[in-house]
């Protein structure tokens, strides 16, 4: 790997291609005091090349821990993780991940911070230098190589930790909350500089989210959680056009149904028509 490669992936199709990650009944517990914590119960889920994933839900329905076991952090589980095909043993090259908080070292460079992601990989000082330098070029960090981490601002300091799980070029690209530190204007501009960088290197996405917004703006498909123990409760396709208006009366409803998915009881049922909703020809003078 000596260069950058950039290419807009093909639409993704859960169904017809041969999925690049695969959950196979997973179950995750946690040892606790007088027993066991059953965290996640039967998740399965296919994800095809170049597909976007949200995962929502709510605090301790087991978001974040799909995403240790899927990086390969955490070994201890039921059921089956697998990568093309194959189960996973540990971490890989072919995955990175971004957490919530940008985790940059203050005494490193942004260049140097960046240049952590390839710790383990084969390459030449000078091949480690062109690859980092045109992943800050990717997230539009150029002329911020020497700069510290307090020399940023939150946003900017994301993109730092975007590019660290980029400069290997994984093939899937993990994000645990990855903006949720964020003001609301940075949040909203590091979505939109996310879904660019999406379409440039032409990664698999899989982010975990609270956000209903964020979940709906950002993917292709959208995992709704059930909480203790976590498990699928639906699985919703975002079919909505990019760029994606937050304000559309489409964009709006899906949120509102993704809402009750999460804090109502029973079936979902849209608001009915008002009058000015109407076509004049429904209404009798």
């Not at 976007?52 to 799909?66: D, E, F, P, Q, Y």
């Not at 093309?84 to 490193?108: C, M, T, Y």
Request: charged share 25%; proline share 6%; glycine share 8%.
């Amino acid at each position: 790997m000596n260069s950058l490669t950039l290419a807009t992936p093909e639409p993704a199709n859960a169904h017809s291609a041969e999925p690049i990650v695969r959950f196979e009944q997973v179950g995750k517990n946690f040892a606790v005091e007088g027993g066991q914590l059953e965290a996640i119960r039967e998740f399965s889920l296919d994800i095809a090349e170049g597909e976007s994933i949200a995962i929502l839900g709510s605090s301790g329905c087991g978001k974040s821990t799909l995403l240790r076991l899927l990086i390969g952090l955490d070994r201890d589980y039921r059921g089956t993780i697998k990568v093309d095909g194959k189960a996973i043993n540990g971490i890989g090259s072919e995955r990175g991940i971004v957490f919530q908080e940008h985790r940059l070292f203050p005494w490193l460079t942004v260049e140097q911070n960046i240049k952590l992601g390839l710790i383990n990989e084969p390459l030449t000082q000078a091949e480690r230098y062109r690859q980092v330098d045109a992943f800050i070029q990717l997230v539009g960090l150029d002329g911020f190589q020497r700069a510290y981490p307090h020399q940023l601002s939150g946003g900017m300091a994301q993109r730092v930790a975007i590019a660290r799980g980029l400069v290997a070029s994984p093939r899937i690209l993990l994000l645990d909350e990855p903006f949720g530190a964020l003001d609301a204007l940075t949040r909203q501009q590091m979505q939109e500089e996310l879904l660019a960088i999406r379409a440039r290197a032409g990664i698999t996405s899989l982010l975990v989210t609270h956000d209903v917004e964020e979940a709906i703006f950002l993917a292709d498909r959208v995992v709704v959680m059930a909480p203790r123990p976590g498990r699928i409760k639906r699985i919703v396709e975002v079919d909505l056009p990019h760029p994606r208006n937050r304000g559309s009366y489409e964009f709006l409803q899906l949120r509102e149904e993704l809402l009750h998915e999460l804090t109502g009881d029973g079936d979902y049922r849209p608001p009915a028509p008002r009058v000015q909703d109407l076509p004049l020809t429904s209404i009798a003078y």
